[in-house]
């Protein structure tokens, strides 16, 4: 071979290899942008919110006869709180708090009277709200509602208007649309039929049954929420489950399955079915390999309903119970489960329905708008890593009021009411309770810390200075 011949063929063998290295280099940095540029990792997120569930319902929260395998492997698995609160004492402001991150009298949803939205009302969480299945969207979740809804029944107020994809459940609280032949007073509630209530059950914007069978409907919701889980076996789209149940709540029904399996009488056999179903969710989430993936929240929208006796829960040690401020209003079990992620134990540290929003709108990067105020908190490190919660404070409404703030281990309450019947009385100066001290509040310490005393009452005039005055919703009814 020449050397001319010899030379022309090192040259293009060198060219050859440099053509090579350098495709592979930009490969490399095409791959390695484009890693850069990958979204992160997003969670699933189920939200499990039972209704009308005490504090002390629960075996893991100490409950002597109520057993609650599913919950309790959950708890011990993941993060159970001692302070966990609902930002509503009611139904429809305490949803419209866990769905927007906001208190519900940011979005006219929280009054005296009436507390909650009726079959007749013509009001619902405005449009201008954003929900948590909205912002979630926007980072290519799917998303699904399961349950009683209660944040307006006509079609703007729908969950599928709402942000989320499809619906299934009851759209408002299953004691409403109460059939006047029914039987008189408590009979109807102590031997409760379906047919004593006219309820619809909703597919989307459509009734698909009237009066739902009630009996069927904590099995069904199961149903539907592993379903939707089983669709998303792949894992190649994160998605949000609210699964909202009925239950607790009076007319309490149960499937036959679970008649009389419980020590605790009717109130027990409900409470272990929503266990059931809470087992069918994180069994199927382990089977389908998703459990490593999803984030998943079980409480309650409020406290128990003590005044309906034997057919209410009980808030423990907690004083009161549904539609006060005291503890046992707010005050819920609240655990947090999402193994090899979420630092398994036990946590005194405070927490609320408020925080779930911006929770899983940080772990999924999403970034919170900046033209309102959010009232929660991303919890993220107390999850991941047990650092201290960001909350320092909880503001406990009724109506449009502040009846009560805590800060640190104290609550001020400026003013009080049993949450049913009663008057409210004002006190000044405010009563002072040592929480951790004393969670059943009984012992006035506010002669001893004025101090703590003018602390809260001017958070709590800071408070109402961030709140704009908004239409009710609740005040809206139907025409006749």
């Known amino acids: 071979m020449s050397p001319d011949i010899a030379l022309n063929h090192s040259q293009r063998g060198w060219t050859c290899t440099f053509t090579r290295v350098f495709v592979i280099a930009l490969s490399v940095t095409f791959v390695a942008t484009a890693a850069a540029q990958e979204p992160p990792n997003r969670p699933n ?5 039972a209704d009308d569930l005490g504090y002390g319902d629960l075996s893991c929260y100490g409950h002597p006869t109520i057993r609650t395998p599913h919950l309790d492997r959950m708890a011990a698995e993941g993060l159970r709180f001692t302070q966990f609160y609902s930002a509503g004492i009611v139904c429809t402001p305490s949803r419209a708090a866990l769905m927007t991150g906001r208190h519900a009298v940011r979005s006219g949803l929280s ?3 009436p507390r909650v939205l009726f079959p007749d009302s013509g009001g619902g969480l405005p449009e201008s709200e954003l929900t948590i299945a909205e912002l979630l969207k926007q980072a290519n979740y799917d998303t699904a509602c399961v349950g009683k809804w209660h944040l307006g029944h006509l079609p703007q107020f729908l969950p599928t208007n709402q ?36 309820v619809p059950l909703m597919r989307d914007t459509k009734i698909v049954e009237r009066p739902a069978d009630q009996t069927t409907l904590t099995k069904r919701y199961a149903e539907e929420a592993v379903g939707f889980i089983n669709e998303h076996k792949l894992g190649d789209k994160p998605f949000l489950l ?71 829960g009980s808030a423990g040690l907690l004083r009161d119970g549904k539609g006060s401020t005291f503890e046992g209003g707010v005050r819920e ?14 946590t005194t540290e405070l927490g609320s329905t408020l925080d779930i929003l911006p929770t899983a709108c940080a772990m999924a990067g999403v970034e919170l708008p900046k033209d309102r105020k ?31 703030v805590r800060q640190g281990p104290w609550k001020a309450h ?35 810390h004025p101090d703590i005393i003018a602390r809260l009452t001017d958070l709590a005039e800071q408070q109402k200075k961030t709140i704009e005055k908004v239409p009710s919703q609740l005040a809206i009814k139907l025409p006749e």
Request: no cysteine; net charge negative.
């Open 45 to 49: 997120v189920i939200l499990i919110f």
């Open 111 to 113: 009054e005296e009277s």
């Open 163 to 198: 942000g989320f994809d499809r619906y299934l459940g009851l759209p408002y609280s299953n004691d409403m649309d109460r059939v006047p032949t029914s039987p008189k007073g408590l009979q109807a509630f102590l031997d409760p039929r379906s047919d004593y209530w006219n």
């Open 242 to 312: 609210y699964l909202a149940h009925t239950m607790p709540h009076v007319p309490l029904f149960r499937s036959r399955e679970f008649e009389n399996v419980s020590r605790r009488g009717l109130y027990g056999d409900v409470v272990e079915e929503v266990d059931w179903s809470v087992g069918q969710v994180l069994d199927t989430l382990r089977e389908t390999g998703l459990a490593e993936n999803t984030l998943v929240w079980f409480t309650s929208d409020n406290g128990p309903w003590i005044v309906k006796g034997l057919q209410g």
């Open 333 to 346: 079990p609240g655990i947090a489960w999402w193994p090899g992620t979420v630092k398994p134990g036990v």
């Open 374 to 404: 959010y009232d929660g908190y991303d919890l993220s490190s107390l999850l991941k890593n047990g650092e201290a919660s960001p909350r320092h404070e909880m503001f406990y409404y009724r109506g449009q009021d502040v009846f009560a």
């Open 414 to 448: 400026f003013t009080t009411q049993i949450g049913y019947g009663g008057q409210p009385e004002k006190h000044d100066p405010p009563v002072l309770y040592n929480v951790e001290l004393d969670p059943s509040e009984t012992t006035n310490m506010a002669k001893d």
